[in-house]
C-alpha cells in the first residue's frame, strides 16, 4: 500500500553557505505525484535525499504515512533501510553483470520486506508493466538508455514500496525516448497508484508528471499547486518567468483590488491585469506575460494598445514577433505555418486574465 508523505518546515543546512533547504512544508496524498520543478541548485535533490534519510535535515519533521521518520529537534531519524522507499536516479543505477530479470528480482531476494509470494511472478508482472517482457533474460547491458532506465524503474517498483522518489530519472536520454518514457512512466506511475516525488528542471515532465507541481527557488518552496493553476495563475513572478511567462511590462499600480490590478505602463497607457498580491497605488510593478497569449492584429474589449511589429522569425509551425510597445519589448508567438503580420503598425490586445501583475522589488535573479 503506498502511503501519504507530509514534510513540515523542512531545513538542510551543510557546513557552508545558506541553507539548501529553507524551510518547506508540503503533503504528497497517497497515490498522487508531485513533482518539484526548480532550477539548478535551488534545493530539488537535497529535498528527496532528506526524504529517502540519505541526508539529515538540519529542522522540521518529515512523517511517511503515520510514522515520523526524520524530527531532529526531537532526536527522530528512521534508517534509509526502514523507511520503505523506492529510488530511482539520472544515472542508471543497475548491476551490470546481471540479467534484466536478475537485476528486478534483487530487491525481492535482498530487502527484508521484498520477500513473500512468487518471487518470479511478480518480477514477470513488473516487467510487463515497464514493457521489457521479452527483454527478462538479457544481459542488463545490451539494453539501451531508456531501457536500462525501466529496468531501474522496474527494480524500484518491484517490492511495491511505500514511497517512490525519481531524481531526473529521465535526463540522460535522447530528446524523443525522454518524451516517450514520460508519457509512459505517468501510465505506469498510475497503474500501480504509487506516491510518487519526482524531481526535474524541465517544466513540460513536470506538467505531464505532476498532479501538483511545486516550484522552488534558493531552498524555498514559492508554490504549489495543479499544473493548470501554475501556469495560468503563477503566485510569484519568478513561477511565472521559470514556467515559460518571459514578457516583462515594466509600470506603477494605479489601482488594486479584489486581485485585479490597474497599471500605468508609461508611454503605452494603462493596462487591466489579474495579480494574487496586494498591491498598493503607487507600489512598482512588474507585469508577467506568455508570448503565446498576445494577440497580434487584435481589437479585444479591453488591453487594446497600439504597438509595432519590429521584426519576425518565421519557425515552421510557428512565428515569433518582436514587437514594440510604449518604448517597451515584447516578444509574441502565433502557431500556424505561415507569418500572417508584416513589420510595422499593429494593433495588439494583451487579454487581462493573462497578464499578471507583480510588486517589483529589482531585478529578478534567475
Ligand atoms: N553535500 C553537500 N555539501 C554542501 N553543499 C551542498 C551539498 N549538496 C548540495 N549542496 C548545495 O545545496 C544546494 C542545493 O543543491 P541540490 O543538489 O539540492 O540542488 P538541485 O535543485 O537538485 O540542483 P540540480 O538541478 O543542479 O540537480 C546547492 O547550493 C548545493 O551546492
Ligand atoms: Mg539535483
Not at 528527496?48 to 526524520?70: K, N, Q, Y
Not at 513473500?116 to 508482472?125: A, H, L, P
Not at 509595432?308 to 510557428?318: A, D, L, N, S
Amino acid at each position: 500500500m503506498s502511503s501519504a508523505l507530509h514534510i513540515k518546515d523542512l531545513v538542510k543546512q551543510f557546513a557552508t553557505g545558506k541553507p539548501a533547504v529553507d524551510g518547506v512544508s508540503f503533503d504528497v496524498p497517497a497515490g498522487e505525484i508531485v513533482v518539484l520543478l526548480g532550477p539548478s541548485g535551488c534545493g530539488k535533490t537535497t529535498t528527496l535525499r532528506c526524504v529517502a534519510g540519505l541526508e539529515h535535515p538540519t529542522g522540521g519533521r518529515i512523517s511517511i504515512g503515520d510514522r515520523v521518520v526524520s524530527e531532529p529537534q526531537r532526536g527522530v531519524l528512521v534508517s534509509p533501510r526502514e523507511r520503505d522507499i523506492g529510488m530511482v536516479f539520472q544515472s542508471y543505477a543497475v548491476w551490470p553483470h546481471m540479467t534484466v530479470r536478475q537485476n528486478v528480482a534483487y530487491p525481492l531476494k535482498h530487502r527484508r520486506n521484498g520477500a513473500g509470494g512468487n518471487i518470479n511472478s511478480k518480477v514477470n508482472e513488473t516487467l510487463a508493466l515497464v514493457g521489457l517482457r521479452d527483454y527478462a533474460e538479457r544481459p542488463v547491458t545490451s539494453l539501451s538508455g531508456g531501457q536500462m532506465q525501466r529496468v531501474a524503474l522496474a527494480r524500484s517498483l518491484v517490492y511495491r514500496p511505500q514511497l517512490l522518489l525519481l531524481d531526473e530519472p529521465l535526463s540522460n536520454l535522447d530528446a524523443k525516448l525522454r518524451i516517450r518514457l514520460r508519457d509512459e512512466l505517468r501510465r505506469i506511475l498510475k497503474q500501480t497508484g504509487m506516491t510518487g516525488l519526482y524531481v526535474t528542471h524541465d517544466q513540460a515532465e513536470a506538467v505531464v508528471l505532476g498532479d501538483r507541481i511545486g516550484v522552488m527557488k534558493d531552498g524555498k518552496l514559492l508554490q504549489m499547486a495543479a499544473p493548470d493553476e501554475i501556469y495560468n495563475r503563477p503566485a510569484d513572478h519568478f513561477v511565472a518567468n521559470f514556467t515559460g511567462a518571459s514578457n516583462v511590462l515594466l509600470g506603477k499600480v494605479l489601482a488594486c483590488s479584489g486581485g485585479k490590478a490597474t497599471i500605468d505602463l508609461g508611454a503605452a497607457g494603462r493596462m487591466e491585469a489579474w495579480t494574487p498580491q496586494p498591491l498598493a497605488a503607487g507600489d512598482k510593478a512588474r507585469v508577467a506575460l506568455r508570448a503565446e497569449n498576445i494577440r497580434l492584429g487584435e481589437r479585444g474589449p479591453a488591453n487594446v494598445f497600439a504597438a509595432r511589429v519590429i521584426e519576425r522569425r518565421y519557425q515552421g509551425m510557428q512565428t515569433l514577433y518582436d514587437v514594440e510597445l510604449g518604448g517597451q519589448r515584447l516578444e509574441a508567438l502565433e502557431l500556424g505555418t505561415s507569418a500572417r503580420h508584416q513589420d510595422g503598425e499593429i494593433a495588439v490586445t494583451l487579454p487581462p486574465d493573462t497578464c499578471w501583475a507583480y510588486r517589483d522589488e529589482g531585478a529578478i535573479a534567475d
